[in-house]
């Protein structure tokens, strides 16, 4: 077993192949933009998405909070978060009412918030009232659009 590790690390030092620090814990869309991991998909996908909303939407998620919790490794986080992020950037949405909470691949970060809140698949997106009770979550991948699920979780809360 000894032998195989050394291998490994042998094989790794020679071909040049570095280990992938992972974003955890709280992160920025700033940090997003620059992870090595997640850049390219973030700036596509930011880019390419054209949001469909409403001022209607705007004033019912003005008062909100939402809660990002997904993986920069992860397919899904890759395509929906950067389309989320330029849906709450449109609206204008108050940045000190989103919470961006990145986890490694066995679903762990250092604040203890995927056990809080059940996250069993990422990227899930959970809008809260301002007290922090959930009103409804967008999980993996939405329904119809985001914009869509969003109009429905917040149709519900009123």
Known sequence: MRGLAIAILYVLCVTGVKAQTVLSGNVTQAQLAADAEFKDAYAKEYEQYKPQV???????????????VMGTWCAD??????????ILNTL?????????????????????L??????????????????GKTLGRITEKPGKTIEQDLERILAKAN
């Open 54 to 68: 409403s001022e209607q939407l705007a004033q019912k998620l003005r008062s909100k909070k939402v809660l990002i």
């Open 92 to 112: 204008n949405f108050p940045q000190q009412q989103l919470t961006i909470i990145a986890v490694d691949n066995k679903k762990k970060e250092p604040h203890a």
């Open 114 to 131: 995927v056990k809080k809140y059940r996250i069993k698949r990422v990227p899930t997106f959970i809008i809260m009232n301002t007290k």
């Open 77 to 86: 986080s890759k395509m929906q978060v950067p389309r989320l992020l330029k």
